[in-house]
């Protein structure tokens, strides 16, 4: 049994690699109002601040990343360094790559945007109620089909023995095969009602007409043409070995538990297209830096119009008091996408949190600057949240000018 270990323990500190280069080019100076930063120093010094294990950054500017940096130790309270290679898990963060994985099957003419459930899925799943059947993609993606947000019964549904008896597709299809007959509605006011169920109904519409597993998609589609070598899903350390910064669990008492592998180190992967991706920060900075051109450098993914309708507005979010770290709690959404008035801001800004509990990661994009701002760390909760975004303030601040 590993030493639980309370939230207040300080790790000890530790400094990343600065560097040196990233797809063949040299790292870039920083611009003139980005000033003398030395990322290294912030990181730690906002790390050590926080009580955090681990914590990453990264800034993308016209597609070159110009400041990158990992501090910190992959056990909290462990001698064991993090690198630039190491692998943060980026929860909810994969919706966005799920949605461009819809994009393509809508590209294709596999799918449309206003494509429903029944149409799709119709002959897996009979006697779905009217309301589920109707529907569609586009309201998946945008929370707004009137799945409600993770309950007690659908996380009975996440957690049960049936994931021994099926592989992943099937097992999701089987999933909403136990929850078809419930209907669904739409709240008044705003639609908006954050669904990972929904987006796991959206997973199996892309593997249903693509012929491919969601994990076969993401990988082929998503991970290689953007060359993210460390990209993965699961669990962030390999099975056996401390090789990355593993996710945190913080007790009712406040004890921490370094979660290192299996089942309870990340979500059930049923619900991987919902958000079970993993990667470095070097790697996400490459995603970031894709969304933040707009479709203006390779590799071509989606045509333009789809990445626009993937980067636009759907609907407005309505305000939540406190949301858990991870979901949005204001603003509008679009596919995959949040959109954000932050008052360090001189407009909206495309945005995401992702959490698995365990871990927690946000990303900022400004479209109009072609700049992108991913911040990663391996613990959850408030107080990760609240460094995360101080980090992200503070480096987006640095570079918009």
Same mark, same amino acid.
């Given at each position: 049994?590993?030493?639980?270990?309370?939230?207040?323990?300080? +790790?000890?500190? $530790?400094?990343?690699?600065?560097?040196?280069?990233?797809?063949?080019?040299?790292?870039?100076?920083?611009?003139?109002?980005?000033?003398?930063?030395?990322?290294?120093?912030?990181?730690?010094?906002?790390?050590?601040?926080?009580?955090?294990?681990?914590?990453?950054?990264?800034?993308?500017?016209?597609?070159? &990343?110009?400041?990158?940096?990992?501090?910190?130790?992959?056990?909290?309270?462990?001698?064991?360094?993090?690198?630039?290679?190491?692998? $943060?898990?980026?929860?909810?963060?994969?919706?966005?790559? &799920?949605?461009?994985?819809? *994009?393509?099957?809508?590209?294709?003419?596999?799918?449309?945007?206003?494509?429903?459930?029944?149409?799709?899925? @119709?002959?897996?799943?009979?006697?779905?109620?009217?309301?589920? =059947?109707?529907?569609?993609?586009?309201?998946?993606?945008?929370?707004?089909?009137?799945?409600?947000?993770?309950?007690?019964?659908?996380?009975?549904?996440?957690?049960?023995?049936?994931?021994?008896?099926?592989?992943?597709?099937? /097992?999701? !299809?089987?999933?909403?095969?136990?929850?078809?007959?419930?209907?669904?509605?739409? +709240?008044? @006011?705003?639609?908006?009602?954050?669904? #990972?169920?929904?987006?796991?109904?959206?997973?199996?519409?892309?593997?249903?007409?693509? *012929?491919?597993?969601?994990?076969?998609?993401?990988?082929?589609?998503? $991970?290689?043409?953007?060359?993210?070598?460390?990209?993965?899903?699961?669990?962030?350390?390999?099975?056996?070995?401390?090789?990355?910064?593993? @996710?945190?669990?913080?007790?009712?008492?406040?004890?921490?538990?370094?979660?290192?592998?299996?089942?309870?180190?990340?979500?059930?992967?049923?619900?991987?297209?919902?958000?079970?991706?993993?990667?470095?920060?070097?790697?996400?900075?490459?995603?970031?830096?894709?969304?933040?051109?707009? *479709?203006?450098? *390779?590799?071509?993914? !989606?045509?333009?119009?789809?990445?626009?309708?993937?980067?636009?507005?759907?609907?407005?979010?309505?305000?939540?008091? #406190?949301?858990?770290?991870?979901?949005?709690?204001?603003?509008?959404?679009?596919? @995959?996408?949040?959109?954000?008035?932050?008052?360090?801001?001189?407009?909206?800004?495309? &945005?995401?949190?992702?959490?698995?509990?365990?871990?927690?990661?946000?990303?900022?994009?400004? /479209?109009?600057?072609?700049?992108?701002?991913?911040?990663?760390?391996?613990?959850?909760?408030?107080? =990760?949240?609240?460094?995360?975004?101080?980090?992200?303030?503070?480096?987006?601040?640095?570079?918009?000018?």
């Amino acid at each position: 049994m590993m030493t639980q270990l309370t939230a207040r323990t300080a +790790p000890p500190k $530790f400094t990343s690699r600065v560097l040196a280069g990233l797809m063949g080019a040299m790292l870039l100076a920083a611009p003139a109002t980005a000033g003398d930063l030395d990322l290294d120093s912030y990181l730690e010094t906002v790390r050590e601040e926080s009580g955090l294990p681990a914590l990453a950054a990264a800034v993308v500017k016209d597609g070159k &990343t110009v400041a990158v940096a990992a501090v910190g130790t992959r056990i909290l309270g462990k001698d064991l360094p993090v690198t630039l290679d190491d692998r $943060f898990h980026i929860g909810s963060n994969t919706k966005s790559m &799920t949605a461009t994985l819809a *994009g393509m099957m809508v590209d294709e003419g596999r799918l449309r945007w206003d494509s429903s459930i029944g149409e799709v899925l @119709g002959d897996d799943v009979k006697g779905m109620s009217e309301s589920l =059947a109707n529907a569609t993609l586009e309201q998946l993606l945008s929370h707004s089909s009137g799945i409600p947000s993770d309950n007690e019964s659908i996380g009975d549904l996440y957690f049960n023995a049936d994931v021994f008896d099926y592989n992943l597709s099937a /097992l999701r !299809v089987h999933l909403i095969d136990q929850w078809k007959t419930n209907e669904i509605t739409v +709240p008044d @006011g705003s639609p908006f009602q954050y669904s #990972n169920l929904g987006y796991l109904i959206a997973g199996v519409m892309i593997e249903k007409t693509s *012929g491919t597993t969601w994990e076969q998609l993401i990988r082929e589609r998503i $991970f290689e043409p953007l060359e993210m070598q460390t990209a993965g899903l699961g669990p962030q350390a390999t099975y056996g070995k401390l090789d990355a910064p593993v @996710g945190h669990r913080i007790g009712p008492d406040g004890t921490v538990t370094p979660m290192l592998w299996g089942p309870a180190a990340d979500g059930p992967q049923v619900i991987a297209p919902a958000g079970n991706a993993h990667m470095s920060v070097v790697d996400y900075a490459k995603w970031a830096g894709w969304n933040a051109g707009a *479709g203006e450098r *390779g590799p071509e993914l !989606v045509s333009a119009d789809t990445l626009q309708q993937l980067h636009t507005p759907k609907v407005v979010t309505p305000i939540r008091k #406190n949301p858990p770290p991870g979901t949005p709690g204001t603003g509008d959404y679009g596919f @995959g996408w949040g959109f954000v008035e932050f008052d360090w801001a001189d407009k909206p800004l495309m &945005t995401h949190n992702g959490s698995n509990s365990m871990n927690l990661a946000k990303i900022v994009v400004d /479209l109009d600057r072609d700049l992108a701002v991913v911040v990663m760390t391996n613990y959850p909760g408030t107080t =990760a949240d609240e460094a995360a975004g101080k980090v992200m303030q503070h480096l987006y601040e640095a570079y918009a000018e």
